[in-house]
């Protein structure tokens, strides 16, 4: 056991070069999915079908096809096509559009679940859509879109692991080579585990901290004891004062 | 005669003051083949207050909902000041306006809801000034200073920055009449604004829109099984049994001696309620 926390410390460097791989793929994979989460799922939430049609065609193209026979395509087809990109944006781009696409899912479907009479007062009131979306629909949607995207951006950081086909030295990557270094399989991926489940932590902390600010601009929860009450994850919406 | 081809008229026209705030023109709405109006002609005066009366499913909500243009009409017209609203006739064609149109044919109607609708997200003040800034081109010192007055008006000048979520429900439709009226209405809709109340809660808010009645010329169309403020606000009642009009007069006389059976029948189950 000395021996690999010895093996474990001196390889520490590389661990951190494959963790920055990870973390570029998943911050960079979910700022792109998020974009086109909002493009498709805007588009899906119109009442265009010119819009809507062509969204919908694209987001069950990307959710209904392999993420690693994506990434394989975009690195091994596209340079037979004349384009060259490197590993790290293949990467990067395989998992938002494949994510983007589940995503779109949760951007329409969050749309839609806000209260009828939301969208009949701004109707009352004669705002144009674009207004009505961007300042009433779209900022009580997104609380709703919150747990649902924080879910696949966990599910993304673990899909990061398979850009290790395409020769990148991510965090799975360093971590088999920590086996080999060590010989200790039980060891090495242990480790593993536990730093994709501390990345993991760390993401979910910070998307109930988003949720917790939504909520407390829709008035539905206090703005106090906000550190407290992320880390226990025991805040649940107030219930709204009617009648 | 409106809803033919004959140019729309502005409302400074002298001749356009002659008419009707509200007409109705044939007009049929069906949900799927659920026929709720059929056939249905009415019109009411500028500045009239009328109220809506019927059993639920008569189709007097869908009649505000209609104007609201919240639901289409299947067929017919419905002409504001005499403007076409949603559609207009063209030769024998009846042809849909295009949507900015009907959007900017609805800025000076505006509603109050049963269960309110203000956005969560913005402060009272927030609620009120959205409209008056991005839809009538105000200032946000003009609307501001507006929807100042309208809280003070509807007793809650010192809500302006709070959230609507933590005011009562009567706090809350009164802003919702407020944030109608920072839109300068012609026309105002009131859909059920008490049912969703708590009766102590009923009162403020009925007061609120008496006064409103009492100093404004806004033509009026209201449902409401309040027949108190009904007789008191109203000049005029509809009667609504299946999507047609039985019964329309006066409050005095309607109330007191109604003609048909129907009417009668509804008034006093309302009544002992």
């Known amino acids: 056991m000395t021996d690999n926390l010895t093996t474990l410390f001196s390889y520490a460097p590389q661990l951190w070069d494959g963790l920055k791989i990870t973390f570029l793929l998943t911050a960079g994979g979910a700022a792109g999915a998020l974009l086109i989460a909002l493009v498709l799922g805007l588009a899906m939430a119109s009442p265009y079908r010119w819009l809507g049609i062509p969204a919908r065609i694209v987001v069950e193209f990307f959710r209904g096809t392999s993420l690693l026979v994506q990434l394989f395509w975009l690195f091994y087809v596209l340079p037979l096509l004349g384009a060259n990109l490197d590993p790290l944006s293949c990467g990067i781009f395989a998992l938002a559009l494949n994510y983007g696409a589940y995503s779109a899912e949760v951007v329409r479907s969050s749309i839609a679940h806000v209260d009828r009479g939301q969208w009949e007062a701004a109707t009352a009131l004669s705002l144009s859509p674009v207004r009505m979306m961007r300042r009433i629909i779209f900022p009580q949607a997104w609380l709703l879109m919150i747990p649902s995207l924080a879910t696949l951006l966990i599910q993304l950081l673990k899909g990061t692991a398979v850009v290790s086909f395409i020769t990148l030295q991510d965090l799975t990557d360093r971590i088999d080579q920590l086996r080999q270094a060590t010989g200790d399989t039980f060891f090495a991926y242990t480790v593993g585990l536990l730093l994709y489940f501390v990345l993991a932590w760390l993401l979910q902390v910070g998307m109930d901290a988003l949720e917790h600010r939504a909520a407390v601009a829709l008035g539905r929860r206090e703005k106090s004891g906000r550190l407290r009450s992320v880390l226990s994850r025991r805040h649940r919406p107030k219930k709204e004062v009617l009648g | ?273």
């Open chain 2, 1 to 273: 005669m409106p809803g033919t081809d004959e140019t729309p008229q502005s409302r400074a026209d002298g001749a356009a003051a002659a008419q009707p705030a509200i007409e109705f023109i044939d007009v049929e709405k069906r949900f799927g083949d659920n026929v709720v109006l059929q056939d249905l002609n009415f019109s009411v005066a500028p500045g009239e207050r009328v109220t809506l009366i019927g059993p639920s499913g008569s189709g007097k909500t869908t009649i505000l909902r209609l104007i609201m243009t919240l639901e289409s009409l299947t067929d017919g017209y419905i002409c504001v000041h005499g403007r076409p609203l949603t559609h207009e006739k063209r030769g024998d064609r009846r042809v849909a306006l295009p949507k900015k149109q009907v959007r900017s044919n609805t800025k000076r109607i505006g509603m109050v809801f049963q269960h309110f609708n203000l956005f969560p997200n913005m402060t009272v003040a927030e609620n009120i000034i959205e409209a008056p800034i991005h839809v009538l081109g105000m200032s946000r010192a003009d609307a501001l200073e507006k929807a100042r007055a309208l809280l003070k008006r509807v007793g809650l000048a010192d809500k302006e920055n709070e959230h609507p979520t933590k005011l009562s429900g009567g706090q809350q439709q009164r802003v919702a009449i407020a944030r109608a009226l920072a839109m300068d209405p012609e026309v105002l809709l009131l859909d059920e604004v008490t049912s969703a109340l708590d009766p102590e809660l009923v009162d403020d808010v009925l007061g609120a829109l008496r006064e409103i009645a009492e100093t404004t010329d806004i033509t009026m169309l209201i449902v409401t099984h309040e027949m108190q403020f009904a007789r008191d606000v109203s000049q005029r009642v509809m009667m609504f049994s299946d999507g047609q009009i039985i019964e329309d007069g006066p409050p005095d006389e309607i109330f007191t001696r109604p003609q048909h059976e129907r009417t009668a029948k509804f008034l006093s189950a309302v009544l002992e309620h």
